[in-house]
C-alpha cells in the first residue's frame, strides 16, 4: 500500500490547543462548590480522567494489530491519539485543582489500574467495526459532554467554560472523521453497519466491568445518556449518515 497516496485522500481534521495551558492557574479556591459537593462528584471526575487517559490502552492495542489496518486508520489514530491525551491532561488538571493529589500520585493510581480488551475484543478484529465502535463512542461522549456545558459554567472560572467546550468540540471531529474515513476505505460495508452497531449497543448496554478499553464506559460514574438516548442519537444516528455516505459523499453538514 502506497502510504502517501491514502494520506492524500484522506487527512483527519484536528484543531490544535493546550489544555495544561488553558488550565495552567485553576485552583480551587476559584471554583465554586463546596466540600460536600466536590466529595459527591470525585468519582466523576476520576471517570472522566481515566476513560480519557485509557486512550494510551486503544491506541496501543491498535498499533499491536497494525497489519489489520489500514495506513489511513492510524493518520487518524495519531491525530486522535493526541487529542485525547490532551484531554487527559485537562481533567488531571482539574482533578489537582479538586483534590490536591499530585501529578505523580495520580500517575499511579492510574497505572495500577487492570486493562483487559477482552469484553470488546470482537469489534477489534478488522478496520470497519474498529471504526463504528469509536465512531459511537466519541457520538455518545459528544452528547454526554454538551449536556454539562451548564454545570462547568455554575463552576465559575471561564477557563472551565472553555475547556468543556473544546473537548466536545474535538469528540465532535473525531465522529466526523470516523465516517469519513469509513466513507474513503469502506463504502462497500455501509450496509454492513445496522447489525454491527446493533450489537455494539447491545455489549454496551450489557455493562460489566469496565477494564480500562476507553470504549463502551456509558454506564460509569457522571455519563448522562439513557439506553434510549443512546440508541436513538447515537447508534441511529451513525446509521442514516452511513447511508448516506453509501449513496454519495456526505457533506460537512450532514458528517457533523
Not at 459527591?40 to 494489530?65: G, K, T, V
Not at 487529542?83 to 491532561?89: F, K, S
Not at 465512531?135 to 463552576?155: C, K, N, P, Q, V
Request: aromatic share 10%; glycine share 4%; charged share 30%.
Amino acid at each position: 500500500m502506497n502510504t502517501q497516496t491514502v494520506r492524500d485522500e484522506y487527512r483527519p481534521r484536528q484543531r490544535r490547543w493546550s489544555a495544561a495551558e488553558l488550565l495552567d492557574r485553576l485552583t480551587l479556591r476559584e471554583i465554586e462548590l463546596s466540600s460536600e459537593q466536590r466529595e459527591e462528584l470525585e468519582p466523576s471526575f476520576w471517570n472522566f480522567l481515566c476513560s480519557e487517559d485509557d486512550s494510551r490502552h486503544f491506541y496501543r492495542q491498535a498499533q499491536a494489530r497494525r497489519g489489520r489496518y489500514s495506513d489511513a486508520l492510524f493518520s487518524f489514530l495519531e491525530v486522535w491519539r493526541e487529542d485525547e491525551a490532551n484531554h487527559a491532561a485537562g481533567f488531571k488538571k482539574i482533578y489537582q485543582a479538586l483534590y490536591g493529589q499530585s501529578s505523580e500520585a495520580i500517575d499511579a493510581r492510574l497505572a495500577a489500574r487492570r486493562v483487559d480488551f477482552s469484553r470488546i475484543e470482537e469489534f477489534l478484529g478488522d478496520e470497519f467495526t474498529l471504526c463504528l465502535v469509536l465512531a459511537y463512542d466519541e457520538l455518545a461522549t459528544t452528547h454526554a459532554y454538551h449536556r454539562d456545558f451548564a454545570f462547568y459554567e455554575s463552576l465559575g472560572p471561564d477557563e472551565l467554560k472553555t475547556w468543556i467546550r473544546l473537548v466536545t468540540s474535538d469528540e465532535a471531529l473525531h465522529h466526523a472523521n470516523l465516517l469519513r474515513l469509513i466513507g474513503h476505505q469502506h463504502r462497500h460495508r455501509v450496509p454492513e453497519a445496522r447489525r454491527a452497531l446493533d450489537r455494539i449497543l447491545e455489549i454496551d448496554l450489557r455493562g460489566g466491568d469496565y477494564e480500562a478499553t476507553f470504549v463502551l464506559d456509558h454506564s460509569g460514574a457522571g455519563f448522562n445518556l439513557s439506553p434510549e438516548e443512546l440508541s436513538s442519537l447515537c447508534a441511529q444516528a451513525i446509521v442514516k449518515k452511513l447511508e448516506r455516505i453509501h449513496g454519495g459523499v456526505p457533506t460537512a453538514q450532514e458528517l457533523m
